[in-house]
């Protein structure tokens, strides 16, 4: 039986991997101000779990959520969409 994933997926920058097996991912949305209409870029930072330890600083990477793995870590690395130059 298959089960249905409604899992989150966030893309962002790579900005930290000085921690065994954790990166800190920041993604960055738009959101709207409430008054003057301007669009303003808001930063949000994640940690992740990588359990090989492929992603550099300034990689794209997707993360995806799962379950707590420590006070801090709730997503995964997915995948590496671009690696940093």
């Known amino acids: 039986m298959e089960r249905a994933t409604n ?6 920058l790579v900005t930290s991997n000085k921690m ?3 990166i ?10 409430s008054k003057y209409g301007k669009y303003i870029k808001r930063t949000s ?5 990588d359990e090989k330890n492929e992603s550099n600083i300034g990689d794209t990477v997707r ?12 997503w ?3 995948e590496v969409i671009e690696k940093a130059k």
Do not use: D, W, Y
């Open 24 to 33: 800190v991912v920041s993604v960055e949305r738009q959101i709207m101000h």
């Open 7 to 12: 899992r989150k997926e966030k893309t962002g």
């Open 76 to 78: 995964r690395l997915e």
């Open 45 to 49: 930072k994640f940690m992740a779990h």
């Open 63 to 74: 993360i995806v959520e799962t379950r707590p793995l420590s006070k801090n870590k709730c």
């Open 20 to 22: 065994a097996k954790t």
